[in-house]
């Protein structure tokens, strides 16, 4: 919940923009099952605090703790140099093997699609094939995680895709096994959010490779000093 300084509650999704004040308290929530996600800004400890005994309260729940896996992701905090950083690097590399290649192979391509390429609902084939349709689905599922959790430089793509994935048609599917290429080449990049990059710089408006050839995806400017932690038990496999 967002306030005005009037104390009136402001709709965030009609929002352009969202400037985060110095002193503001930052608290962000995600729940996943039975799991919960809470990062914070220093200053917001207390309410974190308090919002924790009242759960204890209500629920059966294990003490909260620093994070270090996530979703199967590894989560990296080094409060030193003010960064946190997303590893879905087992995700990857899974979804390669899944596509049938090897992620140590020489088959990388330097972007997600053929910038020259054009998909539509014209592709799509009169009827459905159902095996190629399960292949695509499957596919799918698995990119549209990464492109969620760890790897914005996917989003564009798997949005793009995911508008013909209902009737897919084979040009579709090697969209799809373009993009595995793809993750081959950049499979070892990580999503930091951090103030200091230290020679590591992304644009904060497009995720692309940096040109220091550093292993990372850099967003920038993160305007508050986060803390992480689980108020249920995590683990890799999840």
Excluded at 107 to 118: A, N
Excluded at 133 to 161: C, E, M, T
Excluded at 170 to 194: M, P, Q
Aim: charged share 25%; aromatic share 8%.
């Amino acid at each position: 919940m967002r306030e005005s300084e009037e104390l009136a509650p402001i709709n965030l999704d009609e929002l352009r923009g969202l400037k985060i004040e110095k002193n503001e308290k930052i608290i962000i929530m995600i729940m996943n099952t039975d799991d919960m996600l809470i990062t914070y800004s220093d200053n917001a400890r207390d309410l974190v605090d308090c919002f924790e005994k009242k759960l204890n309260n209500s629920f059966e729940a294990t003490p909260r703790s620093q994070i270090e896996h996530y979703m199967g992701m590894h989560v990296l905090y080094d409060q030193e140099k003010g960064v946190l950083t997303l590893d879905a690097r087992r995700h990857v590399y899974g979804f390669i093997n899944h596509m049938g290649l090897d992620p140590d192979s020489y088959v990388g391509l330097s972007t997600p699609l053929d910038l020259h390429e054009v998909y539509s609902k014209v592709d799509s084939p009169p009827e459905i094939d159902v095996k190629l349709r399960d292949k695509v689905w499957q596919a799918h599922g698995k990119l549209l995680h990464l492109a969620i959790w760890a790897r914005p430089d996917l989003v564009h793509s798997v949005s793009v895709l995911g508008r013909y994935a209902h009737i897919p048609s084979e040009k579709l599917w090697n969209a799809y096994s373009r993009i595995v290429k793809y993750l081959v080449k950049t499979r070892d990049l990580k999503l930091v959010y951090g103030t200091q990059a230290s020679n590591l710089w992304i644009s904060s408006s497009m995720a692309t490779l940096t040109p220091t050839g550093a292993d990372v995806l850099m967003i920038e400017n993160l305007q508050a000093s986060i803390s992480s932690f689980c108020s249920a038990q995590q683990s890799a496999g999840k």
